[in-house]
C-alpha cells in the first residue's frame, strides 16, 4: 500500500505500507488521505489522525475497501474529526471500527464528528460506527445500502453537512 503523508507544515511524503500498518497524523489539522485512480483496499490497519481542530481521513477510489480501525480526533478545541469515503466507480465496503470523536473539557464536551461515505454502486457498512455527541453519519448508495450489521451511536442520514 502506498500513501501520500502530509504533515502539519505542509510537507508531502509517500509512505509504503506492508505487514499491518499503523499510522498517526498529528498536527493543528491531522490528516491521511488514500486515493487512487482505481479501487483502494485497506485492511488490517489502524490509521489515527488528530489535530487540534480536528483530524481528517479521507478514502477514495474507483471503489473502497477498509477493512480496519480508524479514528480521527480533535484533541484540544472540543471539535470532532470526519472519516469520509468515496467510491467513484463501483463499491464501498466499510468493516471495523470507525471513531470521529474529540477529546471535550469537563465544561464543554466535544461536537461536531463526521463519518460519511458515498458510492455510486453498492454500500456495505459493518463494524462500531461513532461519533461526538452531535455529529452526523451519512451513507449514499446508488445500487443497495446494507447496514445490518452495524452499530451506530447516531442515526444513520443520508447526507452530512458541510
Do not use: Y
Not at 103 to 117: A, L, M, T, V, Y
Request: one cysteine or more; hydrophobic letters at 30%.
Amino acid at each position: 500500500m502506498l500513501r501520500e503523508r502530509r504533515h502539519g507544515d505542509g510537507r508531502r511524503g509517500w509512505i509504503a505500507h506492508h505487514q499491518r500498518p499503523r499510522e498517526r497524523s498529528d498536527g493543528t489539522a491531522g490528516s491521511i488521505h488514500l486515493s487512487a485512480g482505481q479501487s483502494v483496499t485497506v485492511g488490517s490497519a489502524n490509521l489515527d489522525a488528530r489535530g487540534s481542530t480536528g483530524g481528517t481521513i479521507t478514502i477514495d477510489g474507483e471503489g473502497v475497501s477498509v477493512g480496519a480501525t480508524l479514528s480521527a480526533e480533535g484533541t484540544q478545541s472540543g471539535i470532532a474529526g470526519a472519516l469520509r469515503f468515496h467510491a467513484s466507480n463501483g463499491d464501498l465496503f466499510l468493516a471495523g471500527g470507525f471513531h470521529a470523536n474529540a477529546k471535550g473539557r469537563s465544561f464543554q464536551p466535544g461536537h461536531g464528528g463526521i463519518i460519511e461515505g458515498t458510492a455510486t454502486g453498492n454500500v456495505t457498512a459493518s463494524g462500531n460506527f461513532r461519533c461526538a455527541p452531535d455529529g452526523c453519519i451519512a451513507f449514499s448508495a446508488g445500487g443497495t445500502l446494507d447496514t445490518s450489521n452495524a452499530d451506530f451511536d447516531k442515526p444513520l442520514v443520508a447526507d452530512c453537512p458541510g
